[in-house]
């Protein structure tokens, strides 16, 4: 019994003296797209002449909500028109998290219509001239079509997925110019608009559907899109203090209020409105695009008000795509670059989209190429991989850990709830680069392709 008993400790610690570790690859050619590695890779002594990555979980930094994309209008339209076995194959292929699922655990939905729905509409369209500011005519008919039933099956298989609204427009009876595209919200009726988002909400909540958070309007300094509006920030903040904060309080709502929603190079606007002590009580932080401006703009937000969150929202990627140069791009400063400064998600837009780049409304975006292409068949496009290369392993929960950065090799660490550590790392460079990653004193030697994505798991 003695000597089994010493056997068995020997082997347990041997077993955690080298310690397992997965790889999932995606090459720039596509030699390898989000593939297990057959390779036995275990932790040890060894050492290379190449740069090292330094993992330690003892250094810890936000909490990741999740990594997913814009279940935009059109997106819901062309996954409702599938056949039931075909969508429901694909569905669990993008949210469940066992076998070859991506286990995506974020979506991003519009209030009303976005630029990529086949039309535009709110949820309360009058004639002209009229108006309802008790929202009496409020309706969620348009979404009953295609977007709540495909959540509805979303949520069957992955119950917890967070959801973020973001409005593209008011109705046009509440703005300035009385039309989809562009102009202000009517001072009179930010009343009116603060019940128009309390009555998504819970009617919404009624169809089964939790709205974890929503950001005021999309974009809100582009009112060239079809549809937008013109916020600016002295006027979100007085729409959140004196109205939204405030009928959210006494409707006894907890979805988050996240301001902004627009790109990295205008730091000073998410700043200004948290500055505003009535406003910041009812915000719980702000989020990004990145069209404009330098991820790292995000750490400068953190770093005047560090106890709001930050999240990353929406980038796309324009048709038809170039997939090396569209993984390294996203990769380095999205999955990567978003979350080492702070993000608590990583959003691309879009999911979905025909071969044509289709739907989208009349001025809508015309080039947004959906990460899956839905047509004769289903194409997995960069945006996929790029997402999958995170949400499938970094689950909601886990929590950034320190790593360094070296050389060309980009790089970010996570521990899961489970108590794994996920380490996503791009070789920037064009030639092959040998490395080591170390964790806890043992030591991992790797090779990676150059314009390679690697996500190693232990």
């Given at each position: 019994m003695k000597k089994t008993l010493t056997f068995l400790l020997c082997f347990v610690a041997t077993?955690?003296?080298?310690?397992?570790?997965?790889?999932?690859?995606?090459?720039?050619?596509?030699?390898?797209?989000?593939?297990?590695?057959?390779?036995?890779?275990?932790?040890?002594?060894?050492?290379?002449?190449?740069?090292?990555?330094?993992?330690?979980?003892?250094?810890?930094?936000?909490?990741?909500?999740?990594?997913?994309?814009?279940?935009?209008?059109?997106?819901?339209?062309?996954?409702?028109?599938?056949?039931?076995?075909?969508?429901?194959?694909?569905?669990?292929?993008l949210f469940a998290t066992d076998q070859n699922n991506i286990g995506v655990s974020y979506l991003r939905v519009s209030i009303g219509a976005s630029d990529l729905s086949d039309h535009v509409f709110t949820y309360n369209?009058?004639?002209?001239?009229?108006?309802?500011?008790?929202?009496?005519?409020?309706?969620?008919?348009?979404?009953?079509?295609?977007?709540?039933?495909?959540?509805?099956?979303?949520?069957?298989?992955?119950?917890?997925?967070?959801?973020?609204?973001?409005?593209?427009?008011?109705?046009?009876?509440?703005?300035?110019?009385?039309?989809?595209?562009?102009?202000?919200?009517?001072?009179?009726?930010?009343?009116?608009?603060?019940?128009?988002?309390?009555?998504?909400?819970?009617?919404?909540?009624?169809?089964g559907i939790r709205i974890d958070a929503i950001t005021i309007q999309n974009e809100p300094l582009h009112p060239?899109?079809?549809?937008?509006?013109?916020?600016?920030?002295?006027?979100?903040?007085a729409f959140i203090k004196t109205n939204l904060g405030p009928a959210f309080k006494a409707a006894a709502i907890k979805t988050k209020i996240i301001l902004y929603d627009h790109n990295a190079d205008r730091p000073d606007y998410p700043i200004r409105v948290l500055n505003d002590a009535e406003a910041r009580k009812y915000i719980d932080g702000s989020a990004f695009h990145l069209y404009g401006g330098s991820i790292e703009a995000l750490t400068e937000v953190h770093e005047a008000h560090p106890d709001k969150n930050l999240y990353f929202t929406e980038q796309w990627i324009g048709a038809p795509g170039n997939f090396a140069g569209d993984l390294k791009w996203h990769v380095k400063n999205l999955i990567i670059g978003a979350p080492r400064n702070w993000s608590k998600n990583v959003l691309e837009w879009n999911l979905a989209a025909d071969p044509k780049q289709n739907p989208h409304t009349d001025g809508g975006c015309t080039e947004c190429l959906g990460a899956i292409t839905i047509g004769n068949s289903i194409i997995r496009n960069p945006a996929y991989y790029i997402v999958a290369h995170a949400s499938k392993f970094a689950r909601?929960?886990?929590?950034?850990?320190?790593?360094?950065?070296?050389?060309?090799?980009?790089?970010?660490?996570?521990?899961?709830?489970?108590g794994k550590?996920?380490?996503?790392?791009?070789?920037?460079?064009?030639?092959?680069?040998?490395?080591?990653?170390?964790s806890k004193g043992k030591t991992l030697s790797q090779s990676l392709n150059g314009g390679s994505v690697a996500t190693y798991i232990w």
């Open positions: 077993l955690v003296k080298a310690q397992q570790a997965e790889l999932w690859l995606t090459n720039a050619d596509k030699s390898a797209l989000l593939q297990k590695q057959n390779e036995s890779l275990r932790f040890g002594n060894e050492k290379t002449d190449g740069p090292t990555i330094f993992v330690d979980d003892t250094k810890r930094f936000q909490t990741m909500d999740g990594f997913g994309f814009t279940l935009t209008g059109g997106s819901a339209t062309l996954i409702n028109q599938l056949k039931a076995a075909e969508k429901a194959e694909l569905l669990k292929e369209d009058l004639a002209n001239g009229e108006t309802d500011p008790n929202m009496q005519k409020f309706s969620l008919i348009e979404e009953q079509k295609d977007l709540i039933p495909v959540l509805k099956q979303i949520l069957k298989i992955n119950p917890a997925i967070k959801i973020l609204g973001s409005p593209w427009t008011p109705p046009v009876w509440m703005k300035t110019n009385g039309n989809s595209k562009g102009g202000s919200l009517k001072p009179e009726f930010y009343q009116a608009y603060a019940k128009y988002l309390v009555r998504y909400i819970q009617d919404m909540q009624k169809e060239g899109n079809n549809p937008s509006l013109l916020m600016l920030p002295s006027e979100q903040a909601p929960g886990s929590v950034r850990i320190s790593s360094n950065t070296t050389l060309s090799l980009a790089n970010v660490a996570f521990k899961t709830p489970a550590t996920v380490l996503i790392v791009l070789n920037e460079s064009n030639k092959p680069q040998v490395f080591t990653i170390s």
